[in-house]
């Protein structure tokens, strides 16, 4: 049986994680990191009373789990991931916004503790699919922008899976040339800029995660959208990853990775 620590376990998705991990028969929910839960809110957040509580890092009892998924903020996952590793819990993380820096250190750290792990902007098959078809479009269409839709309580911007697919299309796509006599009457109206991809973010009410990647080319245009329409179909990426994740020498980033 794996032993697994959810942080995060009360929100959006820690929830989600919980409901995962209780109904699979090869894991056990043995731990959760939640700042603000209490025992006596067990029931509602359906953790079985033999789960131990943790508000703080610090209080993780080191060999509570062998597999720590992190669905928690920006603020706090790169040291979460750090002590993971550093506790021998390899880690399953959703989580979004690790810089190209702090995820190198932490692949550095998972081969000197011989810990495997998964980074993944995104556990959605439709996103996963997205961003190889925009990397595949980009050969031949090196103009492109793209546009991502969150709910309006998303703490980070641009969102993960946005960043991850400016970073696979810069790496394949052409050289190409931007109109010199813009002229902008709006601050940031062009949106934020990834090596010369323009990110858009739009955070609303009734949206959960969307992304669309626009190429334009001369009298063309190929348009590439994903809708996750409900968090729960990010779980299956999540239980791939648990599958897997103990198999994993190394930390590895992209759910494409490991399918
Ligand atoms: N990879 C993927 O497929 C997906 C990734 N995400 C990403 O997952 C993350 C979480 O998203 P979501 O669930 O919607 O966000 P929520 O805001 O709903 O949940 C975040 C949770 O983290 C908890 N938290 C805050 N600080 C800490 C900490 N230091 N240690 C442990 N837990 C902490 C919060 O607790 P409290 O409220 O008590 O402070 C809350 O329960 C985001 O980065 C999001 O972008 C989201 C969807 C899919
Ligand atoms: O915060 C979210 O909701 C999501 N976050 C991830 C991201 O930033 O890409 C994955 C998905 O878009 C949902």
Not at 7 to 25: F, R
Not at 98 to 108: M, T, Y
Not at 162 to 188: G, M, Y
Not at 215 to 243: C, H, N, P, W, Y
Request: net charge negative; aromatic share 6%; with cysteine.
């Amino acid at each position: 049986m794996k032993k697994v620590l959810i942080a995060g376990a009360t929100g959006a998705m820690g929830q989600k994680a919980v409901a995962l991990v209780n109904s699979l028969p090869d894991v056990e929910l043995t731990a959760v990191l939640a700042p603000h839960l209490t025992a006596d809110q067990r029931e509602q957040f359906h953790l079985a009373p033999s789960v131990q509580i943790f508000q703080e890092l610090n209080q993780v009892t080191p060999g509570i789990a062998d597999i720590w998924v992190d669905f928690t903020i920006p603020a706090a996952v790169y040291t979460n991931v750090n002590f993971a590793i550093e506790h021998h819990m390899a880690p399953v993380v959703g989580t979004t916004g690790l810089n190209d820096g702090q995820e190198a250190e932490l692949i550095e750290e998972s081969k000197q503790y011989q810990c495997g792990g998964l980074i993944a902007p995104n556990f959605g098959m439709s996103a996963v699919l997205l961003m190889k078809f925009a990397k595949e479009a980009a050969k031949y269409f090196p103009d492109v922008e793209i546009i991502e839709m969150h709910h309006a309580d998303k703490k980070d911007a641009p969102s993960g899976t946005a960043l991850s697919t400016a970073k696979l299309i810069d790496q394949v796509r052409p050289n190409h040339e931007t109109n010199p006599a813009e002229v902008t009457t709006l601050d940031q109206v062009r949106g934020g800029d990834y090596h010369g991809i323009k990110i858009h973010s739009v955070r609303l009410p009734g949206y959960i995660a969307h992304e669309q990647v626009l190429f334009g080319g001369a009298g063309e245009a190929l348009t590439i959208r994903q809708d996750s329409f409900d968090r729960q179909s990010f779980m299956s990426g999540v239980k791939v990853a648990l599958d897997k994740v103990l198999d994993l020498k190394e930390l590895v980033i992209g759910l494409e990775n490991i399918l």
